[in-house]
C-alpha cells in the first residue's frame, strides 16, 4: 500500500524556517516525481514545488522561489522541503503528493498533510 | 502561467441528479487535465486523468471529457458520498495550477 507521511509542520514566527519532511513507503520511491502542494483554511489547493524522480529538476511557484528549496533523499525514501523566510502567507496544510512515474504528471497518491502555523 | 478556471464555484442537487462541472484552461493543454475530489477534513483524492481516464476504484458515474482548453466532470447520479470540493489541475508543464474548486452538496 503506498504510503505518504508528512513532518515537520509546527508553529513558526514570521521570517522564521521550518523544514518539512515526507516519508514513502510501499512503493520504488527513486522513480516517482514527488511534489508539494498546500491548503490554506477554507481555500483551494495551490501548487508549491515539485521534484524530479532523480532530484536533477525542480519547480516552484513563484511566490516561494528564493525563499523555499526541495530534496529529495532516495536511500532514505523522503522528500523535504525547506521552508524560509516564512510569512503569513504561508500558513497552511502541506501536502506530498506523488507523481505515477518519474515525470510531471497528476497526483495519485497523497499524505495526510501537516499543518504550518506563521505566528508571533 | 495557465490559469484554470472552473463552473461553477458551488451547485447543490438532489440525490440522482446529474451534475457537471466545467473547467477551462486558458491555453490549450491538449487532454492533459485531472479532477480530483476533496471531501470535507480529508485529503484530495485522483478522480480521472488525461481527461477522461477512471482512476483506479472510482466509481464509474464520474466521467471526465474535453480537449483542448473546455473540460467537463460528469456525476451521472449524484449520490451522498459525492459531498465534495472538485478540483482540476493542468499538466505535465509546470506549474501544475489547479482550478478553484467546485463545491458540490445535496439539496
Known amino acids: 500500500e503506498v504510503q505518504l507521511v508528512e513532518s515537520g509542520g509546527g508553529l513558526v514566527q514570521p521570517g522564521g524556517s521550518l523544514r518539512l519532511s515526507c516519508g514513502a513507503s510501499g512503493f520504488t520511491f527513486r522513480i516517482h516525481a514527488m511534489h508539494w502542494v498546500r491548503q490554506a483554511s477554507g481555500k483551494g489547493l495551490e501548487y508549491v514545488s515539485g521534484i524530479n524522480s532523480n532530484g536533477g529538476a525542480t519547480y516552484y511557484v513563484d511566490s516561494v522561489k528564493g525563499r523555499f528549496t526541495i530534496s529529495r533523499d532516495n536511500s532514505k525514501n523522503t522528500v523535504y522541503l525547506q521552508m524560509g523566510s516564512l510569512r503569513a502567507e504561508d500558513m497552511a496544510v502541506y501536502y506530498c503528493?506523488?507523481?505515477?512515474?518519474?515525470?510531471?504528471?497528476?497526483?495519485?497518491?497523497w499524505g495526510q498533510g501537516t499543518l504550518v502555523t506563521v505566528s508571533s | 502561467d495557465i490559469q484554470m478556471t472552473q463552473s461553477p464555484s458551488s451547485l447543490s442537487a438532489s440525490v440522482g441528479d446529474r451534475v457537471t462541472i466545467t473547467c477551462r484552461a486558458r491555453?490549450?493543454?491538449?487532454?492533459?487535465l485531472a479532477w480530483y475530489q476533496q471531501k470535507p477534513g480529508k485529503v484530495p483524492k485522483l478522480l480521472i486523468y488525461t481527461a477522461s481516464t477512471l482512476h483506479s476504484g472510482v466509481p464509474s458515474r464520474f466521467s471526465g471529457s474535453g480537449s483542448g482548453t473546455d473540460f467537463t466532470l460528469t456525476i451521472s447520479s449524484l449520490q451522498p458520498e459525492d459531498v465534495a470540493t472538485y478540483y482540476c489541475q493542468k499538466y505535465p508543464s509546470a506549474p501544475f495550477t489547479f482550478g478553484p474548486g467546485t463545491k458540490v452538496d445535496i439539496k
Open positions: 503528493a506523488r507523481s505515477p512515474s518519474s515525470g510531471w504528471y497528476y497526483f495519485d497518491s
Open positions: 491555453q490549450g493543454i491538449n487532454n492533459f
